[in-house]
Each structure stands twice: as structure tokens, then as C-alpha cells.
């Protein structure tokens, strides 16, 4: 299924996006977002800053510029958050705007050893928090 531009919330940043996610800063090739939903601490996505509905669409070029990208964020998350281990999910069934969900996962945590669930609705933090952990990904980012 490929979304059209003018319904995807990457592109239009509508509510939807806004509900779901904060925007961290803008990287060479794509956004990075922190995602509002915290059962995975630290979970962010990055999605890429042209509407393009997969990885295979990309030249060579603009693929390795974004996969930079994708790296230089789960190295951030790395020296934040310190998970065990970052899970990559590139799901794109209902809303095919190429983006990485960047999902840290802990020994001690939900699903660890399993597969993330995409929404689970349980964690949410203060402003103070998401405030924070925002900028120490930027931190970490630079």
C-alpha cells in the first residue's frame, strides 16, 4: 500500500504525529522523533525527510545517507538509555513513509528476547521528562 504525501503525517505533521510523537531535531537526510509512548524507554523513530514509501527507492547515496542517520541516533540512544539492545522495526503496511522505529529493549524490561509491540498504550511521561530525555539525545546527538 503507498500513502499519498497529502494524508501522511510525516509530511503534513499533523495531529496524528503530534499525538504520537515529539520532534528531537532534524538530521542530514531525515527527522528524528521521540516517541511519546515510553514502555520502551527511550524509543525514538527516524523517519526520512522526502515522502519515499521504501528503502529499495533510494539511490545508493541517499539510502547510506540515511542509514547514517538511523546509526548516528541508535548511537545516541546507546549513550543515554544504555539498553542491551536496540531493535530496528521498518513496518510501513498502513503508512508506507519510510521510517525506522528505534526500540531499546533491557534484560529486565517488556518483551525483552520477544518482538516490541508497535503501540501498547501504558508508559507516558510529564513534559518535564520527555523535556529531558529530548535533550540529552541531542546531547548525545552532536
Known amino acids: 500500500m503507498y500513502s499519498d504525501p497529502k494524508d501522511c503525517l510525516y509530511c503534513t505533521n499533523n495531529q496524528t ?3 504520537l510523537m515529539i520532534e528531537i531535531e532534524h538530521l542530514a537526510v531525515s527527522r528524528v522523533f521521540l516517541f511519546k509512548e ?10 526520512y525527510d ?13 539510502r547510506n545517507a540515511f542509514m547514517a542517520d538511523v546509526a548516528r541516533v541508535t548511537r545516541a540512544m546507546q549513550t543515554v538509555f544504555q ?26 524490561g517488556p518483551d525483552f528476547g ?6 501498547p498504550k501504558e508508559v507516558y511521561l510529564s513534559d518535564a521528562e520527555y523535556a529531558l530525555m529530548i535533550e540529552q539525545i541531542k546531547k548525545a546527538l552532536e
Not at 539498553?83 to 529486565?108: C, M, Q, R, W
Open 83 to 108: 539498553p542491551e539492545k536496540i531493535n530496528y522495526g521498518a513496518y510501513a503496511d498502513t503508512l508506507s513513509h519510510l521510517h525506522f522505529h528505534l526500540v531499546p529493549k533491557y534484560t529486565d
Open 50 to 62: 522526502k515522502h519515499v514509501n521504501d528503502l529499495n527507492e533510494l539511490s545508493d547515496s541517499e
Open 17 to 19: 504525529q503530534k499525538d
Open 114 to 119: 520477544g518482538t516490541f509491540r508497535m503501540n
Open 38 to 47: 515510553q514502555t520502551y524507554h527511550g524509543r525514538c523513530l527516524v523517519a
